[in-house]
């Protein structure tokens, strides 16, 4: 049974490009959710989906930041101009059910370095 | 969601049980306690989850507090492999399911 995969798993960018992260969640999980991780720290949460409805973007941290997850499954992460303090690691999570305490399951993440 | 307190780091020898402690005082009563660990270079794996009683399962046990303000998470007989940093998180389920990670224990099993 495969888990959530994400790609690419290493980016590197120059200062001002656009870049793409996929995640294919776990096949028949409603919920999926995007997370930035800075070095040393702990992942915090960016957006949310249920099927393909973006429920909660709250944490975008701005208008650069855009995600998609038009059929309810496969999502994409595009960050557009981006800077250097968007370097981290970009996790995906998708999840079975919401409202009902179920685990999130995470991919291995995308490293992103803007140069 | 309530916050949570981990100290930041902890050694543990081979084959010993690992006790790690999290305080959430504030929490309220319709939060879980989860913990999660992240082995380095991977994504974060959830462990295990509950609301007051004790739980077990194949990784670890929860034993959270009468007064739910403080849980331990055992590892029972820890291995090099279980090197990775642990995570406490209280939770609303239902909230959007987020999960709002603090800077967990880094937690070292040494041979």
């Known amino acids: 049974g495969a888990g959530v995969s994400q790609s690419p798993r290493y980016k590197v960018a120059k200062r001002g490009q656009d870049v793409a992260l996929r995640c294919d969640p776990i096949s028949g999980h409603v919920s999926l959710f995007w997370y930035q991780q800075a070095l040393g720290q702990g992942p915090e949460f960016l957006t949310y989906f249920q099927n393909e409805a973006q429920l909660d973007k709250s944490g975008l941290p701005s208008d650069r930041f855009f995600a998609e997850r038009p059929e309810g499954s496969v999502s994409t992460l595009k960050i557009q101009r981006t800077q250097q303090e968007d370097s981290a690691v970009y996790l995906c999570?998708?999840?079975?059910?919401?409202?009902?305490?179920?685990?999130?399951?995470f991919g291995p993440g995308t490293r992103l370095t803007v140069l | 969601d309530a916050k949570t307190t981990q100290p930041p780091s902890m050694d543990c020898a081979e084959g010993r049980a690992a006790n790690l402690p999290c305080n959430h005082s504030?929490?309220?009563?319709?939060?879980?306690v989860y913990w999660y660990r992240q082995i380095h270079s991977q994504g974060p794996q959830y462990i295990i989850h509950?609301?007051?009683n004790n739980e077990t399962n194949e990784m670890a046990s929860l034993i959270i507090t009468e007064d739910r303000k403080s849980s331990t998470l055992i590892l029972p007989h820890a291995t090099l492999r279980d090197t990775a940093v642990y995570y406490c998180?209280?939770?609303?389920?239902?909230?959007?399911?987020?999960?709002?990670f603090g800077g967990g224990t880094r937690l070292m099993v040494k041979p």
């Open positions: 504030t929490i309220s009563g319709n939060e879980y």
């Open positions: 998180i209280v939770r609303v389920v239902g909230a959007g399911n987020m999960l709002t």
């Open positions: 999570a998708s999840s079975l059910e919401q409202g009902r305490g179920n685990e999130q399951f």
């Open positions: 509950g609301l007051k």
